[in-house]
């Protein structure tokens, strides 16, 4: 159309805005030469200083590693510790006494087959329903005997010396039918535990041992092997109360077996060519004890941890110390267990057992292993770690770990024994290794294979100074001078060193079941 100025009128720009946009375009200009000139500037520093740049990023990034890693290091060390904060003295004081009850109301005695031990099992069922567990009784047969004649043993030559059965000596072995046995003494060197100690044993005679350093088991084991005709196993004489006949169990075995006291076994010793006399006539049958077994609801079947003790004490006493200890830390760490602040946090299931016939030769926990492997063996791989609590009490005490350094303990174990040691530390409280010497229920998961760890404050053998030095106490005196005898009752217990031991045996065991890879935290 045509262009009407009237209805389009032309517009204008202003001299002072034109002159605006001029300058505006040479700041641009001027901007873009500068901005040029700094990035080539820049990129030339980048150039020449870009491996001093590198180097520079690396160790800062390292280090924000290294800083990183060492405060979730920290933080790990430093993770609550609940179930030692949880333990009660006054709980576990509680069972003891239950314990002593039972064995007061049942001829003093708590010994598997009789009704104290019955007694014992029915109260520890009682504790853990009453916790919410489901615990099962685990019924097995053993082998024992009853006497149908009253054994004899005595010495022919070179003179006449009758001994008395019930004073100086005593079955040991559970054996069978007649044994009309006379023959010559060899006295088997240092304590029978070992084939060295047979060097000068001279094969066919009755085979003399002193107690102490193995199982009566392993002595047995050793005599019948270099054809030993009977076995004469004497008390150490090293204190009074070690001085008298003893109570303890090798068996089945195939030869007569006698405890006899510290005289008997001097008389054998240093009689020239002595000639021993003995007879026997036993009915050997089988009878039954039990264990008691309870678990976790929570936490990976496939990665087990069976916390023991034995439940049941020799014949001679109520075994309040050895194991009614053990026994009340278990009860009281399977309370804590449960509880609904710490039962969230658990990762792998936790097994409680009370073994039964652990003074006659192990006989529960061996049970409870090989009957797993022969029913359900996949069940045994299942099983990562034991820990055992047997004598945690004692009054003449020493903190002793198990040594899982050592034979014959496996891959594992060492790292168990550190946590327990970690712990001591952290509390300033002395500790020392303890040898596995089967003596023991950690004797048959260690035979299997599976790693293990525990607590032991000492039994018959004597403190040493240094370790008086160390602990306190009585030095060349018996870490429990009540072991296994009539005295081992609610008034022999150190409750200080109790405390301790049950808040140490408290830590491992929540480190081990909260740990979300335990088998390679137990092989790292």
């Not at 169990?249 to 007569?256: A, H, M, T």
């Not at 040493?464 to 009752?489: F, K, T």
Request: hydrophobic share 35%; aromatic share 12%; net charge negative.
């Amino acid at each position: 159309p045509i262009f009407n100025p009237l209805v389009h009128p032309p517009s204008f720009t202003p001299a002072s805005s034109f002159c605006q946009k001029m300058l505006d375009h040479h700041r641009e200009d001027e901007e873009s030469a500068l901005y040029g000139y700094r990035y080539s500037k820049t990129k030339n520093f980048f150039r020449k200083y870009k491996y001093w740049i590198l180097g520079v990023v690396a160790i800062v990034v390292i280090t924000a590693a290294v800083l990183i890693a060492v405060f979730v290091t920290m933080a790990k060390d430093d993770k609550p510790t609940h179930l030692p904060e949880g333990i009660s003295l006054d709980n576990m004081l509680g069972h003891l006494n239950e314990l002593q009850n039972i064995a007061d109301a049942n001829n003093g005695t708590r010994a598997s087959g009789t009704s104290g031990y019955e007694k014992s099992t029915q109260y520890v069922v009682s504790q853990l329903e009453s916790l919410g567990y489901s615990p099962v009784v685990q019924t097995f047969a053993y082998a024992t005997a009853r006497t149908v004649e009253i054994p004899q043993l005595y010495q022919v030559s070179p003179e006449l010396i009758n001994f008395t059965y019930g004073l100086d000596f005593g079955y040991l072995g559970v054996f069978n039918g007649i044994h009309n046995i006379e023959g010559n003494v060899s006295m088997v060197a240092r304590f029978g535990c070992t084939q060295e100690d047979y060097a000068s044993f001279v094969s066919g005679n009755i085979a003399v041992i002193s107690r102490g350093n193995c199982t009566f088991d392993e002595k047995g084991i050793l005599a019948v092997k270099n054809n030993a005709t009977a076995i004469v196993v004497y008390n150490q004489g090293d204190t009074a109360e070690r001085s008298g006949l003893f109570s303890g169990s090798i068996g089945p075995i195939s030869v007569p077996a006698f405890a006899a006291a510290y005289r008997v076994g001097l008389i054998l010793q240093y009689a020239s060519n002595s000639v021993v006399h003995i007879y026997t006539n036993t009915d050997q049958y089988y009878t039954n004890t039990t264990n008691v077994v309870a678990e976790t609801s929570v936490g990976r079947s496939d990665r087990v941890i069976v916390v023991g003790s034995h439940l049941d004490s020799v014949p001679a006493g109520p075994g309040i110390n050895d194991n009614g200890s053990g026994s009340s830390l278990n009860l009281e760490l399977a309370r804590l267990a449960i509880s609904s602040d710490f039962s969230p946090l658990i990762q792998n299931k936790i097994r409680f057992c009370w073994w039964g016939g652990e003074e006659i030769g192990l006989l529960g926990s061996t049970y409870y292993m090989n009957n797993l492997n022969s029913t359900n063996p996949a069940a045994v791989s299942d099983i990562s770690a034991n820990l055992n609590f047997d004598m945690i009490a004692s009054p003449n005490f020493y903190r002793g770990v198990y040594n899982g350094t050592s034979d014959p303990a496996g891959p594992g174990s060492g790292h168990i024994q550190t946590l327990f040691e970690d712990w001591f530390n952290k509390e300033s409280l002395s500790h020392e290794p303890t040898g596995f010497d089967g003596r023991s229920d950690y004797g048959p998961f260690l035979a299997y294979g599976i790693p293990a760890g525990g607590l032991f404050t000492g039994a018959e053998a004597l403190k040493s100074p240094s370790q008086r030095d160390s602990y306190g106490g009585i030095a060349n005196a018996a870490y429990d001078p009540c072991y296994h005898q009539y005295c081992d009752s609610y008034d022999n217990l150190n409750t200080d060193v109790m405390l301790e031991m049950a808040k140490a045996a408290a830590y491992v065991l929540e480190t081990l079941s909260t740990e979300s890879d335990l088998q390679s935290f137990l092989r790292k």
